[in-house]
């Protein structure tokens, strides 16, 4: 059972920071690209940031510069370092996975930790 589990989620001010972690199974982290969506209310989805198994990282380029994607092999814990926030940053924050060497392709979840900004 793959289990994703994001926390670190709050109210922040405008400018100010937030780090938000995801504890994974060992079975999907140890191996897959690890990745952080967001979703504001009444708006899809979006892609955040990406980190390989070999750390190599991708941002969306509404966050790039801003936001740091990192990950802990020992503790099976992926991190998005989130500085500079602003107000259009505030959603609901998720945490993704798959296994690249499974077909079909099925992408795991976690529960989502909301993030707030305001003044």
């Known amino acids: 059972q793959v289990q994703l589990v994001e926390s670190g989620g709050g109210l922040v001010q405008p400018g100010g920071s937030l780090r938000l972690s995801c504890a994974a199974s060992?079975?999907?982290?140890?191996?897959?690209?690890m990745r952080w969506y967001r979703q504001s209310p009444g708006k899809q989805r979006e892609w955040v940031a990406a980190?390989?198994?070999?750390?190599?990282?991708n941002y969306a380029d509404s966050v790039k510069g801003r936001f740091t994607i990192s990950r802990d092999n020992a503790k099976n814990t992926v991190y998005l370092q989130m500085n500079s926030l602003k107000p259009e940053d505030k959603a609901v924050y998720y945490c993704?996975?798959?296994?690249?060497?499974?077909?079909?392709?099925?992408?795991?979840w976690g529960q989502g930790t909301q993030v707030t900004v305001s003044s």
């Open positions: 980190i390989t198994s070999g750390g190599s990282t």
């Open positions: 993704n996975a798959y296994y690249s060497d499974r077909y079909p392709r099925r992408d795991y």
């Open positions: 060992a079975s999907i982290f140890s191996s897959n690209t």
